[in-house]
């Protein structure tokens, strides 16, 4: 039996979001969602647990006219903990990375690709100066695939990926606007190459403030269609990933709670030959745990 919520309860409910939101600045005038060089608070700890996915995957190429005919699918899962340091100071750990999946190749049974990454389980220490991210391992010396690690890692963090993706002016409820594609990253879109390199149109809409996890959110409707620049196709073959997705984005600590993209991808392999074709269903999930000392 389902039974209605009490007009008490509502208006408790209500009274505690509209206190929440109160701490906030007018939504009217806008909310500031990203913020260049922003450095995690001293004692607040962000969890984040990242998956993306591809499904019915189904693939059929020709080379040295044999034909290859594959099925299957592939999961990454990627969890990650920030922790504010002060005085400008971030410790970032990759805490988890997997591989999961089957792939059949004529018949033939086999496991993905794995994403190694040779920083897991070690803790960096990153600091933004001079309008600049620096990483470097916590203890001891990195090793040379290590130091290529940090140097990529470093690389993706410069990008300024929320303020690629949300701007840094004021949004509101009812704003629509454009994203440049450099906010995307393995976070998202897993190790999936060549979505890494895909480029294209990014559409984003405010369309509510919410609650989530306790704290008001922006609650974004965002659309893609994105595709391998004409330059790496004939070395990767083609490559298409169209899809939409909801994110929620905490409105007081600048960090996405929660999201979920999905999306249909196709594309061509490389060296194949008349062609062939890849087609899958991609998914991406995504959600943050926030923890702050008292």
């Known amino acids: 039996m389902i039974r209605a919520v009490s007009p008490a309860i509502r208006a408790v409910a209500g009274s505690v979001f509209l206190s929440l939101v109160a701490t906030l600045p007018a939504l009217a005038d806008g909310q500031i969602l990203a913020v260049k060089g922003e450095v995690l608070k001293e004692g607040t700890t ?20 044999k034909i290859t005919e594959m099925t299957g699918n592939r999961k990454d899962t990627r969890t990650t903990r920030w922790e504010g340091l002060g005085q400008g100071k971030v410790r970032r750990t990759l805490t988890e990375a997997k591989t999961e999946g089957e792939i059949v190749a004529n018949g033939e ?4 690709p794995e994403a190694r990454d040779s920083l897991v389980s070690v803790p960096l220490i990153g600091s933004y100066t001079d309008g600049k991210w620096t990483f470097k391992l916590e203890k001891g010396e990195a090793n040379p695939v290590q130091q290529m690690s940090i140097g990529k890692f470093t690389e993706s963090r410069s990008k300024e990926s929320a303020v690629a993706l949300y ?9 629509k606007w ?28 405010f369309q509510e403030v919410k609650p989530f996890q306790g704290t008001p959110c922006a609650v974004l409707k965002v659309t893609f269609d994105l595709s391998l620049p004409k330059d790496t196709e004939s070395a ?3 490559a298409n990933l169209k899809g939409s997705g909801t994110i929620y984005r905490s409105l007081a600590d600048h960090v996405d709670l ?17 062609g062939g ?18």
């Open 258 to 274: 929660s999201w979920q993209l999905n999306g249909d991808f196709k594309g061509t392999p490389p060296e194949s030959e008349g």
């Open 46 to 65: 962000f969890v984040t647990e990242a998956v993306a996915a591809m499904d019915k995957v189904s693939a059929k190429m020709s080379v040295d006219g």
């Open 109 to 112: 049974k086999m496991p993905p």
């Open 178 to 205: 454009e994203a440049a594609s450099d906010f995307l990253s393995d976070e998202i879109l897993g190790k999936f190459t060549p979505l890494d390199e895909l480029q294209g149109k990014i559409s984003l809409e």
């Open 277 to 294: 074709q890849v087609t899958a269903k991609f998914s991406a999930t995504s959600k943050t745990t926030v923890t702050k000392k008292k």
């Open 236 to 238: 990767q073959g083609s």
């Open 167 to 175: 701007g840094d002016v004021p949004r509101k409820p009812g704003d």
